[in-house]
């Protein structure tokens, strides 16, 4: 019931996380999660690892680039958005405000994709899959289950993915927050950020897209966060009929979320 042969175009569908200490972070998340792991050498410098669980496909990590770790980015997830056609949407990207940050270019035979930044700074990847399409289980612990925008202008962010993808949004949950619909289903939530989110110096943090992973239960999980050599930040919190979430960070310094689903939502494509 939770098992994906194919995502719809504007659905999240992957995500990968980019790591500056590889083998700290494979250790982690196979431990955390359960997840086996296939090491896969794309250059001399370069190994791409891709995560399964019970012989499917749930995510990935890799190793950040030299010149992105030059340059102070941290580790992060980057998350995929399927599309049915990467170079249709390309062009439109700088008409609603946003930027190509790389792309569009193919993944060997895996597929075609594209690095995008909205017009409040937050980065994304753009999908069109061809041998790989993607995380083929979803919901169940262990999986993605949630993808989530925090940005200083909901408003504008709305505009810009709505134009770009045909998404629409509906108030649900807490004010400000809206729920993201996409052909029908949910697909995810954008955040206003409030002066909470406003770092020591007084500046606003970056907008930017976090990825949920659903555990079994959360306390368990949150326990094994810090004795794997993680950090669980904040408290954990209820999200009102969906579950209890809980924001951690793994050893490499990548920001992501754990939630325990009350009801997980199947799968049904």
């Keep these: 019931m939770y098992k994906v042969t194919k995502y ?4 999240f569908s992957w995500a990968e996380l980019q790591s500056t200490d590889t083998e700290a972070s ?3 998340l196979t431990a ?5 792991q296939v090491d ?4 001399e410098s370069m190994v791409y690892t891709m995560y ?6 749930v995510a990935a ?3 950040m680039d030299d010149e992105m770790q030059k340059m102070g980015i941290p580790a992060y997830w980057n998350q995929y958005i399927t599309v049915d056609d990467v170079d249709a949407i390309a062009p439109r990207i700088a008409e609603l405000g946003g930027k190509v940050m790389a792309g569009p270019f193919d993944v060997f035979d895996s597929g075609r994709m594209l690095i995008l930044s909205d017009p409040l700074g937050a980065a994304v990847s753009l999908w069109q899959a061809r041998s790989h399409i993607g995380a083929s289980l979803v919901n169940r612990p262990g999986a993605m289950a949630w993808n989530e925008l925090a940005t200083p202008d909901s408003a504008a962010a709305q505009a810009f993915y709505g134009a770009l993808l045909g998404w629409e949004f509906a108030p649900e949950g807490p004010p400000g927050y809206m729920l ?10 954008i955040l206003q950020m409030t002066d909470e989110w406003k770092m020591p110096d007084g500046t606003m943090m970056p907008a930017h897209w976090t990825v949920y992973f659903s555990v079994a239960d959360i306390e368990t999980a949150v326990e094994q966060v810090a004795a794997l050599g993680g ?5 954990t919190m209820a999200a009102g009929g969906v579950g209890r979430f809980r924001i951690v960070r793994e050893p490499s310094g990548a920001v992501f979320t754990l939630i325990q689903l009350d009801e997980p939502e199947a799968w049904s494509e």
């Design 8 to 11: 719809p175009h504007g659905t």
């Design 52 to 57: 399964s669980l019970d012989g499917e496909n």
């Design 32 to 36: 955390l999660f359960g997840w086996s």
């Design 40 to 43: 896969i050498p794309i250059s």
């Design 61 to 63: 990590s890799n190793r």
């Design 231 to 235: 950090e669980a930040l904040y408290e």
């Design 26 to 28: 494979k250790r982690f």
């Design 180 to 189: 993201i619909r996409n052909q029908g289903r949910s697909n995810g939530g």
